[in-house]
DNA sequence: TTTTAATTTTAGACAAATCTAAAAATAATT
DNA sequence: AATTATTTTTAGATTTGTCTAAAATTAAAA
């Protein structure tokens, strides 16, 4: 059984390896869970302990099969969760993380399976993310990032990679949701911005925006 | 802000004041927190220091107004918990128990009232336990004992006083649920047995089950 | 009412999760 | 390759919540 600590550093390890192949550091981690390396060191002894990681003196950690499905059962209830207060408690999307982040701490495999039911086996959480299954399967989803598409070609939004209050806001404002479709009118090479034409308006977002944007075409 | 410790321990305190007009006895604490009356001494402490209960050494603890109100918000999220595992995800009443005793730690106001309007504002649990609203107001509701009813009157089944899987899967095994109505036919003066005429059968239940069962003339 | 019993508190210890400051190891730079 | 800088680990401390054992207080009984 392991605390809420080690479920949020495992947390941390798990999304970091997904975009790294070598050793996690001990400060990227300390970095992302908001503490200090020595606490992270100490914290990689119960982790490996418990045989959810691997790790050797100054070499960097590695998540195990073990760690990885672990992680994957946390990421789910989180995910899960944010679908319940969106669908049905009407949480704005930028709105559920910091509960969701309570939320997945519940232990109960029987609560979480009766609320994927509950949810209709939803596929993805209000940011576009997938939700890993019971068995820890995550459905594989045809995206890319705004800033890597065709012009003239029609795409729909799938998912934010930034998922912070700010960013979700500003893309209410812009009337972008996920499900929207636009064409991709041009990419200007002098700031990377990018301009679409969507519900008959040119807009123009940044390379910020666009960076955070996945989108597919359709 | 409470931690998870100080607010079970405020619960415990809250529900032994109920029955209870003399200060609360550390061991009571100890007993129903299932810790050593040193580690209650330890946390009165800290629940004085935040004006939830008042205490003199060695005389007992009496809950304050604001360890009421706060208690009751706990004791709110306990049980609109329990009625959305019983209600949406279809747990069973022993079900609900343990869960709800996670969930009623999650901290989040907008949820929580989410949550009772999502559920419809019920007034009582799923054991017939009365809801407090976001006010921390109480419904009462007329309710006796089985133990203290009149014979040859008609009953309904509101509530139970144990709330442990084992009695209340007992009922389940008895079909009795709450809203099942009845009659009383007799009280046994020897075991103090109260039998019942349920679904057109005669029903004896011992002084134990009788006296955990809630019920309303009707 | 004095002695015995029970309760409550204190004192000191421990595990979990964190920190700071210093030491050890690795990486980067002349 | 030697020096400097960065990263990581260790050592020791702190807070929270718990414990055991002993001391202090209150309650019960002879």
């Given amino acids: 059984m392991l605390t809420h600590a080690e479920e949020n550093y495992l947390k941390v390890i798990y999304h970091l390896s997904q975009t790294e192949d070598e050793g996690i550091s001990t400060n990227a981690i300390a970095q992302k869970t908001d503490t200090k390396a020595s606490s992270v060191t100490d914290m990689i002894k119960k982790l490996k302990e418990k045989n959810l990681i691997t790790h050797e003196k100054y070499q960097g950690v590695f998540i195990t099969k073990l760690g990885?499905?672990?992680?994957?059962?946390?990421?789910?209830?989180?995910?899960?969760?944010?679908?319940?207060?969106?669908?049905?408690?009407?949480?704005?999307?930028?709105?559920?993380?910091?509960?969701?982040?309570?939320?997945?701490?519940i232990k109960s495999e029987k609560l979480?399976?009766?609320?994927?039911?509950?949810?209709?086996?939803?596929k993805e959480d209000?940011?576009?993310?997938?939700?890993p299954n019971a068995k820890g399967e995550i459905p594989y989803r045809e995206k890319e990032l705004l800033t890597e598409t065709k012009i003239n070609h029609k795409y729909m939004c799938v998912g934010v990679k930034d998922t912070s209050s700010a960013f979700l806001q500003y893309l209410d404002r812009q009337k972008i949701a996920l499900g929207s479709t636009f064409t991709v009118l041009k990419h200007e090479n002098f700031d990377h911005s990018v301009t679409i034409l969507f519900q008959d308006n040119e807009l123009t977002l940044s390379k910020v925006v666009a960076h955070n944007l996945f989108v597919k075409k359709i």
Same sequence: chains 1, 2.
Wanted: aromatic content about 10%.
């Fill in 68 to 105: 990885m499905q672990t992680a994957k059962m946390i990421i789910r209830k989180h995910r899960l969760w944010e679908v319940f207060l969106v669908d049905k408690l009407h949480f704005n999307w930028d709105e559920v993380h910091d509960v969701a982040e309570e939320l997945e701490h």
């Fill in 112 to 122: 979480i399976n009766a609320l994927d039911a509950f949810l209709g086996y939803p």
């Fill in 126 to 131: 209000p940011h576009g993310d997938p939700i």
